[in-house]
């Protein structure tokens, strides 16, 4: 253990949230920033084992909805980023560049991965023939590399970051459509109802779509600071990519069509982020349950208590990752440290209790301890009561983080009728929501008004809003055609 | 499907064992090589869902060994390169560099890691602090790239392979060759024991040792052309780059030490090409039970057997992976497809048989036919017997395969007493044992007389060896120190 983890955390998550953030990612282990390789972090056991579970879960979900997973090669030739003129035109500024194999300088350089369309979609020409072929589905597990000039933070922005894509073709726009809606319905199972982060999923304005893409759409969860972070989007590429890429097939009337193509992207690493944000608190992490790398730890009292610790351990171990703390520190010490570390459940084994037939169980979803007792009329052991206690608490764990984070995320989405409005809303550190003219080309000029004047910027429309727009644009005062939410971005 | 997947394999393992390997990674779509990337390979779902079960395995096993999980940068300042001479020289012809991030030129290019010692042991210099630190464990699932510029087969050797890295650091060189008997050990367990690879772990000569290492420690496994092929290897490290990378520790005696390195690097893309290889037969794959993607594949003979099918489908799923084929193929057609995939157990399910009680399993280790009858006085369904079946030939499974491959691969290793019968061993495709001067300086050339006449190398001794060498070495007729095992490789 190192002596910054040894500090418990200091900073105020409601008054210094960027200090909060970094102590948390030092003093909790999850990434070291002191490589020599500037934008690059190590990420540290903590959240590596928590990334690898998020893996597992986010894996086994769009294998059920039909992926099949691929690996695709990390380097992309120049041409293949050349056939399509705004994707390329979006990503090149950011691109790594591979241009010497040994001593030997290529003919043509090679991109490191910022995302794979341009290597997956040549091979989709290639793999598929006819209508039976389709829906072609593929995701791979991958790192990628983006040259970002912005200020790179831990897990939120840095220049290699972990991730699934997921890739598929379809023979009409509808199917395709329907793909982008299974995707947002991924992302409510993945991120809200496992990790328990809350989000909205935004259709994306015009101006503000992934490169290449007919239309956006993308999760913002949202920081105690009042800014959005952009988690997953999903997207309707359209035929652009399957005409720069001749994906094409035969259709049941025995003509060549061209594929609609869609695409979807969970940054694992910077979903992290949002984990640690919307369940931690002031003294640390908060695990929900499913990604949390240690789910009990045994702190023993007293040496006496050994033995039962590691009896109690083995009975655990069958539902849940468990580990003791037999290291020299004080109790007190390592109770700090377990509930910064984020640990869902701890179990303080001492003597006196043993005796008593009682054990305390602390739970960090609600940061409260309970006490289980045997009563003289059980002939179960006290492990078996405590082992059902254990059970039922980790199907309340999740639920319980979820609850406290809606609540949050709710008190934040607030209306406005003025651009004064919006502007006191922001200030408070709110998604705002308002009336406005237009998502296409025309509502531009507004929105820039609005980044003009308050910093801020519109991030789409909700799907499955259930609010009409009515009367003016708060901007330019035309009629509005959408209510749209607004708000500060990283 | 693709056509090629239509067609079974047609070369014989044993006559055109290159022409073999082609088809089987083709027609049993384990990997596409049709992307632009030169030396690059597209895996596909069929290799992809192993080698995710591999590695699974792998870290499971690591990890119970006091490995902690870590993601590292992909790249690598070129001054850490520079830092370990040796290591530099060993590496460099073979480093793709990173020299733009998007149109700004690097000061210092980036290497994309070939092995990652040079990025990971800066980081020990700052984690490790005294001995109470030691040993330090750590590893990484990562893609490494190598600008190889012998010609690529498919996961034996490209130029991005997936693999497994760890690293340690120890107080004394002791407790440092423990730790390389520990991935000795590792790699019997995950090899031999759970993918039925047999091997040779060799203590390399001095002249083969990995870039910076103080002594190199290897395992062989034998391809039927007779050409042995490098499985994971574990290297002694020793004090060269803790003196490199200032990886020190203050010791229990107050005084500040250089620790004692160690790594080994199993590439689970190229273990996977001896799971291929050693297994597979003239019909196709045969994948070991833990590994294969799918474990039970039902055919239902007739349409009427679909509810049956799915009943069992839901009982074996709890057990083992499964699916159902339910395409259009003649059941023939499915038999010699899945047959060629390698799927462990296949279950025939006919109206006629199901009329009987009967139903018929064939199993891939054994290539045998075998029928689940209920009889008439016991009360169970028979999906519970073949259930039951099922379980019992899923701990054979992976057994049967070992005893057929570890057969093959004893009969191989021969003895030889002079260059003629090394030569005429190696001719038959034979590992060769024989008398040996030095592993040291002095043997090198006795070892290029091998290569030079016979076209054949030294691939070291083996550490628990227990014959004694005797009389002359068969080249320079000197006293003979080992006994070494020559080989041909790639």
């Known amino acids: 253990m190192s002596k910054k983890s040894q500090q418990g955390i200091t900073a105020k998550k409601e008054e210094n949230f960027s200090e909060w953030f970094t102590q948390i990612v030092q003093r909790c282990e999850l990434a070291d920033l002191r490589s020599n390789v500037k934008g690059f972090l190590i990420f540290q056991p903590w959240s590596v084992l928590a990334m690898e579970k998020m893996y597992k879960i986010l894996e086994e979900i769009l294998q059920k909805k039909g992926h099949k997973p691929y690996w695709f090669p990390?380097?992309?030739?120049e041409k293949n980023l050349k056939k399509e003129s705004e994707h390329l035109g979006g990503f090149t500024p950011e691109v790594f560049w591979v241009t010497h194999g040994g001593k030997k300088k290529f003919e043509e350089k090679l991109a490191l991965r910022p995302t794979s369309e341009t290597i997956i979609y040549p091979m989709f020409g290639i793999w598929i023939r006819s209508y039976n072929d389709l829906p072609f589905k593929v995701y791979?597990?991958?790192?990628?590399?983006?040259y970002e000039t912005k200020a790179t933070r831990p897990f939120l922005r840095s220049r290699e970051f972990h991730w699934i894509e997921r890739h598929s073709a379809h023979s009409t726009e509808e199917d395709a459509f329907n793909q982008v809606k299974e995707d947002m319905k991924t992302t409510e199972e993945f991120l809200h109802d496992i990790l328990g982060i809350p989000f909205i999923f935004f259709k994306?304005?015009?101006?503000?779509?992934?490169?290449?893409?007919a239309r956006t759409f993308a999760a913002d969860a949202l920081n105690p600071d009042g800014?959005?972070?952009?988690?997953?989007?999903t997207h309707m590429i359209s035929q652009k990519f399957s005409r720069a890429f001749d994906v094409k097939f035969k259709d049941k009337d025995g003509k060549d069509k061209y594929c609609y193509i869609t695409c979807y992207g969970p940054a694992i690493s910077r979903i992290f982020a949002s984990v640690i944000i919307t369940h931690g608190d002031n003294k640390g992490l908060k695990f929900p349950w499913e990604i949390a790398p240690t789910q009990v730890v045994i702190i023993p009292i007293d040496k006496k208590v050994k033995q039962k610790a590691e009896q109690l351990k083995r009975k655990i171990e069958k539902i849940a990752s468990v580990e003791i703390d037999y290291s020299d520190k004080r109790p007190g010490e390592k109770f700090n440290y377990w509930e910064m570390k984020g640990v869902p459940i701890r179990i303080d084994l001492?003597?006196?209790?043993?005796?008593?037939?009682?054990?305390?169980?602390?739970?960090r979803?609600?940061?409260?301890k309970e006490i289980s007792v045997k009563s003289k009329d059980v002939k179960e052991p006290i492990e078996n009561i405590v082992l059902k206690r254990i059970k039922e608490i980790s199907k309340e764990f999740t639920k319980n983080l979820i609850k406290q984070a809606d609540k949050v995320f709710e008190n934040r989405v607030k209306e406005a009728k003025s651009i004064k409005e919006i502007?006191?809303?922001?200030?408070e550190g709110a998604i705002v929501k308002c009336n406005f003219c237009s998502l296409e080309k025309d509502g531009e000029k507004c929105a820039e008004v609005i980044e003009k004047e308050i910093g801020a910027e519109v991030r789409g429309t909700k799907l499955d809003e259930r609010q009409k727009p009515s009367g003016k644009c708060v901007i330019c005062g035309k009629e509005a055609n959408h209510i749209v939410y607004i708000a500060k971005s990283y």
């Open 227 to 233: 800014k959005v972070i952009q988690q997953p989007s």
């Open 204 to 213: 994306r304005p015009e101006w503000d779509k992934f490169s290449g893409a």
């Open 74 to 77: 990390t380097l992309i030739p």
């Open 350 to 363: 001492g003597l006196k209790d043993l005796e008593k037939n009682r054990i305390t169980i602390f739970r």
């Open 140 to 146: 791979q597990r991958a790192n990628v590399f983006r």
């Open 365 to 368: 979803d609600l940061n409260r």
């Open 423 to 427: 502007n006191s809303a922001i200030k």
